[in-house]
Nanobody, 123 residues
């Protein structure tokens, strides 16, 4: 059974850090470009970051460049998102899924989503 399980979210103060994890089962992450998406209350889902299947290429939405870092552990079949210098506008539910690295749009090659993990940035 194909599955993605996101974790690591929580409440953090502005300027703080969190590391999100996305554990995959039923398939190997490095067969696809995989990335992170987020949806804030009342807003549409947006692509945050994407990593190519080779792991050699990454892309980020402008609002997180220099603050977020995507990575992958092939042995653990897990995707990560290190988030530093968090801002209130980063508050959202974060999801991982397959992505197009150029556009940060979701990829139909693997139409699979987890339940997401909530990140709240507030003092």
């Amino acid at each position: 059974q194909l599955q993605l399980v996101e974790s690591g979210g929580g409440l953090v103060q502005p300027g703080g850090s969190l590391r999100l994890s996305c554990a995959a089962s039923g398939f190997t992450l490095d067969k696809y470009a995989m990335g992170w998406f987020r949806q804030a209350p009342g807003k549409e889902r947006e692509g945050v970051s994407c990593m190519s299947s080779s792991g050699l290429t990454t892309n980020y939405v402008d609002s997180v460049k220099g603050r977020f870092t995507i990575s992958r552990d092939n042995a653990k079949n897990t995707l990560y998102l290190q988030m530093n210098s968090l801002k209130p506008e980063d508050t959202a539910v974060y999801y991982c899924s397959a992505c197009f690295i150029g556009t940060l749009a979701p990829s139909s090659y693997l139409d699979l989503w987890g339940k997401g993990t909530l990140v709240t940035v507030s003092s």
